[in-house]
């Protein structure tokens, strides 16, 4: 059942927390190296059927205590912290985000991440620095579309997502403890532009994002 990884469209992901495509040190994971981003599941029906699918999916409550109270309580799944929340009366959808992690690696699959910039009509392929866009043998990787449209995969913590479709697989781990993680297999990032960008389009270059990302 393992060797054949379930996969799921997303489309226009919005997302929670603070996106991490470069991998940087973060709160629960203080070392950093994991690039990954969490997006919202929209509705309780999703989260439930992708869950009972088997996706790792997650109950973020926006009260500080509740999200306290379950994690004393030991709720791990998502089973048991809406049985945790409903026992409580504090299954209140105003409260209540549904989520699935998912995570970008470049070890033994180059998923395909887009960066488009339609004003500009210009989009880049992203990768890390472990990929080889053209060896020593003057072959380009088969997974590389264009290689004078690549940029590293970095930027995207730096530029504004107006707009991320994705298609996200599921696979089996056995260590360092069973259970399925999510990763990207294909994502199409649409970011904002400079409003200067048809004018100087010989110069432009992606606009960075100085706000919160937070959705």
Request: hydrophobic share 35%.
């Amino acid at each position: 059942m393992y060797n054949k990884p379930a996969t799921e469209h997303f489309f226009d992901a919005k997302y929670l927390f603070q996106k991490n495509y470069s991998g940087k040190p973060t709160t629960f994971n203080p070392n950093g190296g994991v690039r990954e981003i969490t997006i919202v599941i929209p509705t309780f029906e999703q989260a439930e059927d992708l869950y009972q699918k088997g996706w790792p999916i997650m109950l973020y409550h926006r009260q500080k205590e509740v999200r306290d109270a379950m994690k004393a309580a030991g709720c791990r799944t998502l089973d048991d912290r809406i049985a945790y929340v409903k026992e409580r009366n504090e299954f209140n959808e105003e409260f209540i985000t549904f989520y699935l992690k998912v995570k970008i690696s470049f070890k033994k699959k180059i998923p395909t991440i887009i960066m488009h910039m339609p004003l500009a009509g210009n989009w880049q392929q992203l990768i890390d620095e472990s990929v080889v866009v053209i060896d020593n043998n003057g072959q380009k990787n088969p997974y590389i579309l264009d290689p004078n449209r690549i940029a590293h995969i970095d930027i995207l913590d730096n530029v504004n997502i107006i707009k991320t479709d994705l298609e996200v697989e599921l696979s089996w781990h056995p260590l360092p403890q069973p259970g399925y993680t999510a990763y990207v297999k294909e994502l199409h990032a649409t970011i904002e532009e400079s409003p200067f960008v048809n004018m100087y389009t010989d110069c432009y270059i992606p606009r960075e994002d100085d706000g919160d990302d937070m959705e």
